[in-house]
């Protein structure tokens, strides 16, 4: 017997909430920090030829409104004809100006860049230029510059840079003769240069210094005690090289001055040179304890329609009687791009006034620090803080906050500088993670280095001061400041 199925079929009801084209403009807008939305607003004005860049011997600006709607064909759906003034009116000037009103201080624009560097592989092909060395030579010793990492150290096996070379270069070479080149290199300056490890980076280090009998001591250190040194077993040090107190402390001393990196003293690397850092807000504190804010966007043009594209939108809603249909197109792609060009507008606008007012809130909530610039004076502050006041939801001051710098009169911070959780102390003060922190460095700043305290006799002495923390999060807090434990502190 045959067995029939029987597919049902249900209708269930879902709300999805769907951005449109102007919010999702609006949200890619608000992401950007200052220097990014230069670009963005120029590439816009290639792009939209009814988007102008406003000067200042420009009158009263164009806004559209975007009431007006037309379909496919070029037909306006609204009885009423289209015409300018639905776009321009007197009182409809876009008060969005990027900086006026924004900028104090006689339109203070500040631009605070990272110093400009030469990336020190370029720095190292100069050197290598005044070597007397062979064509295959030079391009032997060029492969192996651009195979350094950013530290100046080279990470890489001899015998698999034998490969690469033979692979993808069509040079065959040996670890010999690679090794006499990379000789070469160690030669350059600053010493340290083309190391192979950190051991062989300090030694190069030393062994340029001049011929002295602490020279030899901290050679000795090295070669014969380096997996000592590197655990800081300082006694073992001294036994098993039958060094004097006086003797290891001057060698040590000179051993902890070498750089382990030398290609950073040398500027930063290929893509890295070019980064530069534009506070997006200015903050001043001023001596009667009052606190301005500007935005900081001194290269942004200022955005206005283009007359002529309203005048030519105007003139065939005109004459839409005794259109033709390539005219209704014409009238259609005008349209389109008045519209984008004036949402666009309204987004930059949108982005000011977020940005302000989120910057604002964090003011109010950190206004302490400004007005100080002490980091013991923040106070805990998480993202739903500053949304609760500013009114908006959690993932946009998520977005302001990322990615954007504040100038104070104490140095630029990055916003999530001002974010940290809260402690709750015994006696119910609420405390910031980054004070706890702090006094957390505090006693082992001026513990006895020679017998430094366990994470146990730090948890304890920080319950005494009334911080009952447990010992866990000491080691966790004590990891966030880059401090060793007790035994690697001696």
Known sequence: MAQTSRQVQSQLQQQVQTLSPQQILAVKLLELPALELEDRVRAELLENPALEEKHESDGQDDEYD???QVDEDGEQMEPEDLSLGDYRTEDDIPDYKLHENNLSKEDKAEEIPF???VSFYEILREQLGERNLTER????????????????LLRKNLDGIVDELAIYGGVETSEKELEQVLHVIQDFDPAGIGARSLQECLLLQVRRKEDSPLKRVEISILEKCYDEFTRKHWDRIKQRLNL????????LGELVKLNPRPGSSLGETIGKNLQQIIPDFIVEADDDDSISLSLNNPNVPELKLSRTFTDLLEE?????????????NAMLFLKQKVDAAQNFIDAVKQRQNTLLMTMQAIIDLQRPFFLEGDEALLKPMILKDVAERTGFDISTISRVSNSKYVQTNYGIYPLKFFFS???VTEDGEEL???EIRKLLKECIDHEDKSSPLTDDELAAILKEKGYPIARRTVAKYRQQLNIPVARLRK
């Open 66 to 68: 975007g009431s007006q």
């Open 115 to 117: 110093s400009d560097s």
């Open 137 to 152: 030579q030079r391009h032997l010793a060029e492969y192996l510059i651009g195979s350094l990492d950013d530290d100046g």
């Open 244 to 251: 004097q107190d006086d003797t290891f402390s001057a060698a």
């Open 316 to 328: 065939h809603t005109k004459n839409k009687a005794n259109q033709s249909k390539e005219s209704k």
């Open 421 to 423: 959780d809260g402690y």
């Open 432 to 434: 910031s993670v980054r």
